[in-house]
């Protein structure tokens, strides 16, 4: 689901500062109506078993906030606002030399995951800009949008379903209204009870008030809407809310009007819709088989934010797997594809004890939805949607069948039956994930008494795999060493070479950056054993090895083989 995060009721007691926010993980309304799949997570899903998850008893305290992950990941050359020498830009970030070697690691394993580990997924690339008429069968053109409301005064602009309100009830009697944006529980709370401390005292009221009951805006009616204050203004000076497309436009060509508009992909799985044909009888797969992309994906959003959770440009990686129709065929493959996107998410290093899995549920599940399950993660800000696993019934071939003229269904030897495909489709955003990462690698611990603060990636996605130290740089025969055994795991890994500083203020920048093997050459490595020590990262354990067999160990540790 696309906006997994709708608390239906936000129950806070007034009284008790140490009461939390329940959230209920459940769409709140189909207000996303048929448009594409980003909508169609909107619409509730069957009942069938999510694997195994976390409860949501006790919310979990992270001893860091988003702030130090967003200062870490500047400091570290992981994630930069983007053009920050022009005051940035809202909603669009650059990866740093880490980040963009972070990035491309976690793609990389995803790819072999989910394609050169099948026989039966297959790879596309396709064009970023399609031809404008895939957005009008895919519903994207008419249906793809958010509700947003206006601060008449202050001209900011908030999604309709992040802004919440409540009445201020004071002995029985409404008294006036709050309105706080979505965010950690705590802040929320927070901001409602200041702006009710605010009125009380505008309005020289003494009693305590009620419970806040908090809604969407956007079931707000217009007498309340009359009232309710904008988190810009304090005033009430909100829009009633009204659908705002996310699609980014672009004009294609030399002309410049209506005809030469075209979209930014608002997500990779339509790229893979039309080519479905064109895989399907170049690549001999059979039904069931899939189809994967990773790429840039583009939504005009209305509030970016938390960081890379949300933002205007990002990278999804998307499978749509094709299989025949049938109520008996679809609930089976949903599973694997839970099942096998979970083992994804563990294997490059995501806690478990974050994530949560949320059937949707309702009564306003789209014509062509069967189900949708989000993995969640529990972020810094809360818990949130990380990817959304889907069973998208055969609505998009079929769309595409009739937007353009061409039969995109298949002949089923096996069945010797013709069909439009259903799919199922696990759908994940790159940037998510890497800040999902991030938080579950973020750690502080004591070494020989001294603090330090480590990234505890999984070496199949760390940045740089192995730091190469000699011990001293003046000694010319062991500086040769290291930099013989240097330039041999480069061929091979993403490698540094570090010759300057104490070795424990080496370990703590390789620790920084989350290197996992520090390899220090020493004396003994030239006088005596023809061996060099390897240092854990976790463990800050030291290994003695041969030199022979460095590459072996290392191939283990961070490939697996
Ligand atoms: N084709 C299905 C689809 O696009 P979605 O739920 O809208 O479904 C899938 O998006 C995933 O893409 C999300 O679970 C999330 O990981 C990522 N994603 C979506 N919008 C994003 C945004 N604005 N910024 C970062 N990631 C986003």
Redesign the pocket.
């Known amino acids: 689901?696309?906006f997994s995060c709708a608390p239906l009721a936000l129950m806070m007691m007034m009284a008790s500062p140490s009461s939390f926010l329940v959230r209920a993980f459940v769409p709140s309304s189909a207000r996303r109506a048929a448009a594409?799949?980003?909508s169609?997570?909107w619409m509730s899903a069957t009942a069938e078993e999510a694997p195994a998850a976390t409860t949501e008893e006790e919310p979990f305290k992270y001893d860091f906030t988003m702030e130090d992950v967003v200062s870490l990941c500047k400091r570290r050359g992981i994630i930069f606002p983007s053009s920050e020498i022009y005051n940035g830009f809202a909603g669009f970030y650059d990866y740093g030399p880490m980040g963009s070697e972070l990035k491309k690691n976690v793609k990389d394993a995803w790819w072999r995951h989910f394609v050169t580990q099948r026989e039966d997924v297959v790879g596309l690339d396709s064009s970023i800009i399609h031809n404008p008429t895939t957005w009008k069968s895919s519903g994207h053109l008419d249906g793809f949008s958010d509700p947003m409301v206006d601060c008449k005064e202050t001209k900011l602009r908030y999604r309709a379903d992040q802004l919440f309100y409540a009445p201020v009830i004071v002995d029985g009697e409404t008294v006036g209204y709050v309105c706080v944006q979505e965010g950690n529980d705590d802040d929320m709370v927070k901001a409602a009870k200041k702006q009710a401390k605010k009125l009380k005292k505008e309005k020289k009221i003494d009693g305590q008030a009620e419970a806040f009951a908090f809604k969407e805006v956007i079931e707000a009616t217009e007498e309340e809407m009359a009232q309710i204050p904008s988190p810009g203004s304090g005033k009430p000076t909100l829009t009633m809310p009204r659908d705002f497309n996310l699609m980014f436009e672009t004009k294609v060509g030399a002309m410049s009007d209506e005809s030469s508009v075209a979209y930014l992909r608002?997500?990779?799985?339509q790229g893979i819709f039309i080519n479905f044909k064109n895989v399907l009888t170049t690549s001999r797969q059979k039904i069931p088989f899939g189809i994967a992309q990773i790429g840039k994906?583009f939504?005009n959003?209305i509030t970016?934010r938390n960081f890379?959770?949300?933002?205007?440009e990002?990278e999804?990686m998307?499978v749509e797997y094709f299989i025949p129709p049938g109520d008996d065929v679809w609930p089976p493959m949903h599973q694997e594809w839970m099942d096998s996107s979970k083992a994804f998410l563990l294997s490059v290093g995501l806690r478990e004890e974050l994530m949560g899995w949320d059937v949707h549920k309702g009564d306003s599940l789209a014509h062509y939805a069967l189900a949708c399950t989000?993995v969640t993660f529990k972020f810094p800000f809360g818990e949130q949607?990380?990817?959304?696993i889907?069973a998208r019934g055969n609505f998009d071939l079929t769309q595409h069948t009739e937007g353009s003229g061409k039969s995109l269904d298949y002949f089923d030897e096996t069945l010797k039956e013709k069909y439009i495909p259903h799919c199922i489709?696990p759908?994940?955003?790159v940037?998510?994930?890497i800040l999902a990462l991030i938080c579950s690698a973020y750690a502080e611990d004591e070494v020989g008494g001294e603090k330090r603060s480590l990234l505890k990636f999984d070496p199949k996605i760390a940045p740089i795999k192995v730091s190469v130290l000699p011990l001293v740089k003046n000694k010319e025969a062991l500086v040769k060493v290291a930099r013989d055994l240097y330039e041999k795991l480069q061929k091979r890994w993403n490698v540094s070479w570090d010759a300057t500083g104490a070795i424990g203020r080496r370990y703590r920048r390789a620790d920084e950056v989350g290197t996992p093997f520090c390899i220090t050459v020493d004396f003994e490595t030239i006088e005596d054993d023809n061996a060099v020590t390897i240092r854990d990262r976790d463990t800050t354990e030291q290994v003695r090895i041969p030199l022979d067999d460095v590459i072996p160990y290392l191939s283990k540790a961070i490939d697996g083989y």
């Open positions: 689901m696309r594409g799949s980003g169609m997570k608002p997500e990779t799985a994906a939504r959003e970016p890379i959770f949300r933002s205007r990002f999804q998307e989000d949607e990380l990817m959304g889907a489709e759908s994940l955003g940037d998510r994930l």
